[in-house]
């Protein structure tokens, strides 16, 4: 059992930055899939980033050269650098970690980008 906290999120005005943690426990998450999903009112979850157990990495379209998704394998913990944020980006930003049959979500953290 993978047990997620997501933290970092916020009121940001557009253009600014943010980081996203999810702490991890009850297992080494580093040996999963890991993804950041987001989901804004009315719309569907959403794929934002994604680190593969290997550490390859990829993103949505409209997060890339913005978003970094990164891992601290010490400390359990996978992070979303967020740049140059724009309204669009307004979202709940979730935790998955998926693997062996499994998938863990997290309780989400907020995004605004606003002026």
């Known amino acids: 059992q993978v047990q997620l906290g997501e933290s970092g999120g916020g009121l940001v005005q557009p253009g600014g930055s943010l980081r996203l943690s999810c702490a991890a426990s009850?297992?080494?998450?580093?040996?999963?899939?890991i993804a950041w999903y987001r989901q804004a009112p009315g719309n569907q979850r959403e794929l934002v980033a994604v680190?593969?157990?290997?550490?390859?990495?990829n993103y949505a379209d409209s997060v890339k050269g913005r978003f970094i998704i990164s891992r601290d394998k010490a400390k359990n913990t996978v992070y979303l650098q967020m740049n140059g944020l724009k309204p669009e980006d307004t979202a709940r930003y979730y935790c998955?970690?998926?693997?062996?049959?499994?998938?863990?979500w997290g309780q989400g953290t907020q995004v605004t980008v606003s002026s």
């Open positions: 009850g297992s080494t998450i580093s040996i999963y899939t």
């Open positions: 998955n970690v998926a693997g062996f049959g499994q998938s863990y």
């Open positions: 680190i593969l157990s290997g550490g390859r990495t």
